[in-house]
């Protein structure tokens, strides 16, 4: 499974749009990217995943760049409550295993 | 809501002693996880199965032992606790659905061992 890096921490004010980068440079043609988010030592949450088109649904988007080395989740109105770690993993479906790495700590701001 | 459970919640052991951490999921699922996470870090991968009499181990070397007889139930068990062994233990089961793998996460249980 092709390994991700994303920012530390990063910053959004309430009602704003939150945007978190992944690179995936070795991604390879047959890995999905997933995004998971933890809050507060909680078990991760599933948010949404794609392969090569964008994914959208009730909690996020999910933009993938052409060359698909790069996704930006974007959660449009960010609330208080979406403060956590957000994971963004790639894997082969149904036959990976879900490896997390140290992911994003967003921290939402009144 | 996921159907995934893990008991106990809390665990304060002394050293030396055996414990079993629980997990049970009535979805289902084939494909089970254990992770291990310390306050703020990331969390790590230490046994996984696909299913029944599957087991394989993580990322990250554990001296932990899981067994799956029964597809719903998924125990981890330390044989000789140590302080070292503190940290959270979180169980997953995956539903696998078309070309999606969505993994569902009990609450956890954080072990303490003095």
């Known amino acids: 499974d092709a390994k991700t890096t994303q920012p530390t921490s990063m910053d959004c004010a309430e009602g704003r749009a939150a945007n978190l980068p992944c690179n995936h440079s070795?991604?390879?043609?047959?890995?999905?990217v997933y995004w998971y988010r933890q809050i507060h030592s909680q078990g991760p949450q599933y948010i949404i995943h794609?392969?090569?088109n964008n994914e959208t649904n009730e909690m996020a988007s999910l933009i993938i760049t052409e060359d698909r080395k790069s996704s930006t989740l974007i959660l449009p109105h960010a609330t208080l409550r979406d403060t956590a770690v957000y994971y963004c993993?790639?894997?082969?479906?149904?036959?990976?295993?879900?490896?997390f790495g140290q992911g994003t700590e967003l921290s939402v701001k009144p | 809501e996921a159907d995934i459970y893990q008991t106990p919640r809390y665990l304060v052991i002394g050293t030396g002693k055996k414990i079993t951490l629980e997990c049970s999921q009535t979805?289902?699922?084939?494909?089970m996880y254990w992770y291990q996470q310390d306050p703020g870090m990331e969390l790590h991968l230490i046994h996984y199965?696909?299913?029944?009499?599957?087991?394989e181990k993580g990322d990250l070397s554990s001296e932990s032992t899981v067994s799956r007889i029964r597809t719903e139930h998924f125990p981890l068990t330390l044989e000789s606790a140590r302080p070292s062994h503190t940290s959270q233990y979180l169980c997953?089961?995956?539903?696998?659905?078309?070309?999606?793998?969505?993994?569902?996460f009990g609450s956890g249980t954080q072990l303490s061992v003095l």
């Open positions: 997953a089961s995956s539903e696998l659905e078309a070309v999606r793998e969505k993994l569902f």
């Open positions: 070795t991604i390879s043609g047959n890995e999905y």
């Open positions: 794609g392969l090569k």
């Open positions: 993993i790639a894997l082969y479906n149904q036959g990976g295993k879900l490896i």
């Open positions: 979805m289902g699922h084939d494909k």
């Open positions: 199965s696909y299913g029944v009499n599957s087991t």
